[in-house]
Structure formats: C-alpha cells, structure tokens
C-alpha cells in the first residue's frame, strides 16, 4: 500500500471521529490564537487531519490520490525507497509551513479557526506539476474542460486568494496559495534536476 494511500485513510479516519466529537474537533482545529498563548503547537499538524465537511474532506482526498501516487512515484525513482520520507516530509512539511502566514496574521484573534490538508495537498500538486506541467488534466472527468496542469494551477491560485479574501468558511484559502509554493520549493531544493524538466517540457506547451 502507498504512503499516499495511508495518508488517504488516516486522514478519513480522523476527520470522521472529529466530526462526531465536539472537544476533538476545538482541540485539533488550528486556532493561531492558542498556538500562540497556550503553546499548543501541534494544532499545526492535527488541523491537517480533519475537514470541515464530507465534501471538504472529498475534494482534498481526491487530489492528493491522483497526484499524491504519482508524485511518491518519482521520488522513489529518484531516491530509492527514501523517496517515501522524502514524499511524507513534504506532505507534513506543506500543511506546517503553509500555516505559518496564517499564523502571524491571526495569532492575536481569538475566534479565528481554520482546518484541512489544503497546504499538503497543495504542496503535492505543485510538486507534480514542476513534473509534468503539460499534462492535461479534466476535472471530474469532464473532457471538455481539460487543460495543461500548469493552466490549472494558475487558477488554483486566483481561486484560492479570492476566497482567501473572502473568509468565513473555516477554509484556511491561504494555505492552498502556501502550501503550493512550499511544494515548488522543497521539490527543488530536494532534487534542483526538476528544474531543467519543467523548462524542457515547457518548450512544447500547448493551451489545449
């Protein structure tokens, strides 16, 4: 079974028992407020492991099975079986860092919660695309809506800072933008090869 897979699960598992457990779910949550005054510093890895809703939880599982796979795929090509630390790290790694803005901007607001593995799985599908840039992807499977990865995650980004804007959904929006750049960055900095990849696969970009 796959790391990405075991991550799939084990995220399921816990968003589920928070969703039917109230002082779970205020315990886990990231709060930056009690990051900040209580110390509490494990929310930065335990927000990660629950959702807001099914729905939530879906989306978030979904993206990180279909390029989570195929990303531990190339590390493990490149790194051996230590590509699975080196994919995990940047899972756990990317819904950490990706919370860290959040943090500061938030640290003195009290009533301020945010959850989901937006910034890991984030990190994950920049990753695959400094991979594979070109490749088309077609949300849900509708094929007329299929368009290079790379176009994709252009508009990841404008979504994620319009709703990062417009708040008030429990959604840390922010993290996506975070979590992604963190992604392209620990990918290079763990194999700078990627680099020339994605240049060489840029040379034959086409919008559709």
């Given at each position: 079974m796959s790391a990405t897979i075991i991550l799939v699960i084990i995220t399921a598992i816990l968003s589920y028992y928070a969703w039917n457990n109230s002082n779970i779910m205020n315990k886990w949550i990231f709060n930056p407020y009690s990051v900040n005054k209580y110390k509490q510093y494990y929310r930065f890895i335990t927000s990660g492991f629950i959702h807001n809703d099914l729905m939530h939880l879906i989306f978030n599982m979904i993206v990180l099975w279909m390029f989570g796979e195929q990303v531990e795929r190339e590390f493990v090509d490149i790194f051996g079986s230590a590509g699975i630390i080196v994919f995990v790290a940047m899972y756990i790694l990317g819904i950490i860092m990706s919370d860290m803005p959040t943090?500061?901007?938030?640290?003195?607001?009290?009533?301020?919660?945010?959850?989901?593995?937006?910034?890991?799985?984030?990190?994950?599908?920049?990753?695959?695309?400094?991979?594979?840039?070109?490749?088309?992807?077609?949300?849900?499977?509708?094929?007329?809506?299929?368009?290079?990865?790379?176009?994709?995650?252009?508009?990841?980004?404008?979504?994620?800072?319009?709703?990062?804007?417009?708040?008030?959904?429990?959604?840390?929006?922010?993290?996506?933008?975070?979590?992604?750049?963190?992604?392209?960055?620990?990918?290079?900095?763990?194999?700078?090869?990627?680099?020339?990849?994605?240049?060489?696969?840029?040379?034959?970009?086409?919008?559709?």
């Amino acid at each position: 079974m796959s790391a990405t897979i075991i991550l799939v699960i084990i995220t399921a598992i816990l968003s589920y028992y928070a969703w039917n457990n109230s002082n779970i779910m205020n315990k886990w949550i990231f709060n930056p407020y009690s990051v900040n005054k209580y110390k509490q510093y494990y929310r930065f890895i335990t927000s990660g492991f629950i959702h807001n809703d099914l729905m939530h939880l879906i989306f978030n599982m979904i993206v990180l099975w279909m390029f989570g796979e195929q990303v531990e795929r190339e590390f493990v090509d490149i790194f051996g079986s230590a590509g699975i630390i080196v994919f995990v790290a940047m899972y756990i790694l990317g819904i950490i860092m990706s919370d860290m803005p959040t943090y500061f901007k938030h640290k003195e607001h009290a009533y301020y919660n945010a959850l989901g593995a937006s910034g890991g799985v984030s990190s994950i599908l920049f990753s695959f695309i400094l991979f594979d840039p070109n490749m088309p992807l077609a949300p849900y499977g509708i094929s007329f809506l299929a368009l290079p990865a790379i176009v994709w995650a252009a508009l990841y980004i404008i979504y994620s800072i319009y709703m990062g804007k417009r708040g008030g959904d429990n959604i840390n929006h922010d993290a996506h933008l975070w979590g992604g750049l963190f992604g392209i960055a620990f990918t290079i900095a763990v194999y700078p090869g990627v680099v020339m990849i994605f240049l060489n696969q840029l040379k034959y970009f086409s919008l559709f």
